[in-house]
């Protein structure tokens, strides 16, 4: 992890104050290189005489022992570029996205103060924002959910939300209906704060100055790239991996996708093709919600994934964020990437 004590924005010379050095981001789905690219651009800069370091910003790859399911990225590849934010709590550990808020932007803020440039990387959209962006995390009241909880199981999902939308209809025009774990948080949000909850909704705003270079490729290549990844896992140590942590997996980590499906093949309740499939199935299903997520950010900068030129492309924008010339990058956009997102957003 990053050492945070007095970490400051601005980066000490023998010439005095100059500007800490711009994080780059780089978002897409699962699957589609984010952590090879990651990797690529901070040798590249290194080579150029920029020191770049890698803070993780997937939400599953902060627990040990968790390597093979969640994609870590190899030893060798971590000893390469130094990695921030992986293996930092035990899988019994929970990690919310109001605590890795702090912990990223204190380690962004201790790397940009040694003149480092963090390269955010991870497919977790909320925590890839919330890491750079102005998103507040209202604190939580067990016995408001409690309560929230068991009305949701008497009264049922649809008078919750028909709640939620006399006390918040801007909330509730941006959420499922169908999702009862969504309507009793912002319920509960509105009860502890006494504000709406829209208050505490995302905001495309940065507070931490950022450049964020977005991996686009087409469905059926993204499909092939899944099947791939998910044969190398299983066929590759993930099964030992599961039945290692197994009796360590917390509430939490057992969310990650892969592991529930290998729990129920260790126990006996699907062969070995089908849980192929299910994790497959349900990885491709992310991949699309991700580039959903990603899809409304109008801030990304999208690059074709298997363009030859993606590292120098990549490199060319950070070149010109830097300089704060977003016009040559606009103007650069055809060339850079044709976006896929509406035909992987349908899923």
């Given at each position: 992890m990053c050492v945070t004590e007095h970490a400051e924005r601005t980066v000490r010379s023998?010439?005095?104050?100059?500007?800490?050095?711009?994080?780059?981001?780089?978002?897409?789905p699962t699957a589609s290189g984010k952590t090879g690219l990651g990797i690529a651009i901070a040798k590249a800069l290194q080579a150029r005489?920029?020191?770049?370091?890698?803070?993780?910003?997937?939400?599953?790859?902060?627990?040990?022992?968790?390597?093979?399911?969640?994609a870590k990225a190899t030893a060798e590849e971590q000893s390469a570029v130094p990695h921030h934010l992986i293996?930092?709590?035990?899988?019994?550990?929970?990690?919310?996205?109001?605590?890795?808020?702090q912990l990223a932007r204190e380690c962004i803020?201790?790397?940009?103060?040694?003149?480092?440039?963090?390269?955010?990387?991870?497919?977790?959209?909320?925590?890839?924002?919330?890491?750079?962006?102005?998103?507040?995390?209202?604190?939580t009241d067990p016995d408001v959910?409690?309560?929230?909880?068991?009305?949701?199981?008497?009264?049922?999902?649809?008078?919750?939300?028909?709640?939620?939308?006399?006390?918040?209809?801007?909330?509730?025009?941006?959420?499922?209906?169908?999702?009862?774990r969504r309507t009793i948080r912002a319920l509960e949000v509105i009860e502890v704060t006494g504000k709406p909850y829209s208050a505490s909704l995302p905001h495309y705003r940065y507070v931490i100055p950022t450049v964020q270079i977005?991996?686009?490729?087409?469905?059926?290549?993204?499909?092939?790239?899944?099947?791939?990844?998910?044969?190398?896992m299983l066929d590759g140590g993930f099964i030992e991996e599961v039945e290692r942590l197994r009796p360590r997996l917390g509430v939490t980590a057992s969310r990650a996708l892969g592991y529930q499906q290998v729990v129920d093949y260790l126990d006996g309740l699907a062969d070995l093709d089908d849980t192929f499939m299910d994790i497959a199935?349900?990885?491709?299903?992310l991949a699309r919600k991700q580039m959903g997520w990603f899809?409304?950010?109008?801030?990304?900068?999208?690059?074709?994934a298997l363009n030859p030129k993606l590292l120098g492309n990549a490199l060319a924008i950070i070149e010109h964020a830097d300089a704060g010339d977003y016009d040559a990058i606009d103007a650069r956009a055809d060339e850079y990437t044709q976006h896929h997102l509406g035909d992987i957003g349908q899923a």
């Open positions: 023998d010439d005095g104050p100059t500007v800490a050095p711009r994080v780059v981001s780089i978002v897409g005489g920029q020191r770049a370091e890698i803070v993780n910003a997937d939400a599953y790859q902060m627990y040990r022992g968790m390597d093979i399911g969640t293996d930092v709590i035990e899988p019994d550990d929970a990690m919310s996205v109001a605590r890795f808020q803020r201790d790397l940009q103060a040694r003149g480092i440039r963090p390269i955010l990387v991870g497919g977790s959209g909320l925590y890839a924002r919330a890491a750079i962006d102005d998103i507040s995390f209202p604190g959910r409690k309560r929230l909880e068991e009305r949701e199981k008497t009264e049922g999902a649809g008078a919750l939300f028909a709640e939620l939308k006399a006390k918040d209809p801007v909330a509730a025009a941006r959420m499922d209906p169908h999702n009862p977005g991996l686009d490729l087409p469905r059926e290549e993204l499909d092939r790239r899944i099947d791939i990844r998910t044969k190398r199935q349900k990885t491709k299903r899809g409304r950010d109008p801030r990304i900068h999208w690059l074709q």
